[in-house]
């Protein structure tokens, strides 16, 4: 019997992370499986890999309807494995409702830290528009402890990953550092061997990059990613405030975001000198190859693509100490972390790398650092699982 997986999402096809890195996964383990995709949203005209056999999306958000139409799609598809991506509550209680095939494989991914969604209550839309008077009421109430709202919000993803843990086959976490977080914060010790650790890949066309040569790049500094408040980056903009003024290096912010205009506001206001935004770009691939040194000074991050995808360019990693995730990849690349979010101390290294005659060392060090990620080692631990 093949194996017939189905991905399910809250939103696919979309342009975030979570959607790109499975794209990346599915264009790999298609050739030896078939594979479906189940979403509550999608993006128009966002990527899809073409070895998806078909495309599924709930039609509603009534939870019976949505039950009765995942198990009329397992049954009728013949699915042996199911992949719950993010594990996101509404989802899970669907994949384990009382119906469901019990023979069917379920397999869930957890794409950020643990504890994610701590901090991702905080950049919930309706969060981020309330006025300020409502925020100011919302973080008192937190800090006394009488926030129901951000307490029934974080509990509902601790009932998810226990359930995803304790009635499904595996977990799978980011990197090895994040599985025991996981099971001591969701208290899974009983169920700890379950938990495993599969690192997110490059896309095909990273992987198969070829080396860049050092004389190919420029002086140049990135920060690559979505242009919004939990990014930090006008600590950035603040660091390169003073740096701007001592070198001819420039500084590159590639992406879009709801506060790019407040950047490049602050960018004029404070004449920080040798500053350029791209906006939106579909190859960044060209800016990777250009870069010798990328910035990263997010409030969180589980396991930034960025990061991975800069290493392969041989492009230097400067980032605060924001995770384990970050810490993993780092780690032997070359780069640096910098403890305690100083901003005055990235400021300092900054300074270092940039009057490092010997930056190209690095530079291959991070290149080295990158096989780690490549599409074929990442996708084999998958078809491995798979097939297990």
Excluded at 197 to 211: T, V, Y
Aim: aromatic letters at 12%; a positive charge; glycine letters at 4%.
């Amino acid at each position: 019997m093949s194996n017939n997986i189905l991905f399910i999402f809250n939103i696919f096809p979309g342009v975030g992370g979570l959607e790109t890195v499975s794209n990346n996964i599915i264009d790999y383990i298609g050739k030896d499986f078939t594979i479906y995709t189940l979403s509550f949203n999608a993006v128009n005209n966002a990527p899809t890999s073409p070895a998806i056999t078909e495309i599924f999306q709930f039609k509603t958000d009534n939870e019976e309807e949505n039950i009765q139409t995942f198990n009329q799609i397992i049954e009728e598809r013949n699915i042996t494995h199911i992949i719950n991506q993010g594990i996101y509550p509404h989802i899970t209680n669907i994949i384990f409702n009382p119906d469901r095939k019990k023979d069917v494989k379920i397999i869930s991914v957890l794409h950020g830290m643990p504890k994610y969604e701590n901090s991702q209550y905080w950049q919930l839309p309706h969060i981020l528009k309330a006025n300020k008077l409502k925020q100011i009421k919302r973080r008192f109430l937190f800090h006394i402890g009488l926030n129901y709202k951000y307490k029934r919000y974080i509990r509902s993803f601790y009932d998810s990953y226990r359930k995803a843990c304790i009635k499904g086959d595996q977990i799978i976490v980011l990197c090895n550092e994040y599985i025991k977080p996981f099971i001591n914060e969701y208290h899974l010790k009983k169920y700890q061997e379950k938990v495993i650790a599969i690192e997110n890949p490059l896309s095909p066309l990273f992987s198969e990059q070829k080396n860049i040569e050092w004389t190919q790049k420029k002086n140049q500094v990135i920060f690559v990613g979505r242009l919004s408040e939990e990014k930090q980056i006008h600590i950035i903009l603040d660091i390169w405030e003073r740096i701007g003024k001592i070198t001819n290096w420039d500084l590159v912010i590639i992406g879009d975001g709801c506060i790019r205009q407040k950047l490049e506001q602050t960018v004029r206001d404070k004449q920080i000198q040798r500053v350029s935004f791209t906006g939106q770009v579909n190859h960044p691939e060209e800016y990777y190859k250009s870069a010798k040194i990328i910035l990263l000074t997010s409030s969180f991050e589980g396991f930034p693509m960025c990061l991975i995808e800069a290493l392969r360019f041989g492009v230097i990693p400067l980032t605060f100490d924001i995770s384990a995730g970050v810490r993993s990849i780092v780690s032997n690349s070359g780069g640096i972390i910098i403890k305690n979010r100083n901003s005055n101390e990235m400021f300092l290294k900054l300074q270092e790398l940039i009057n490092n005659k010997y930056l190209h060392l690095l530079s291959e060090k991070a290149r080295l650092k990158s096989n780690r990620y490549t599409l074929n080692r990442i996708g084999e631990q998958w078809i491995n699982l798979l097939r297990k």
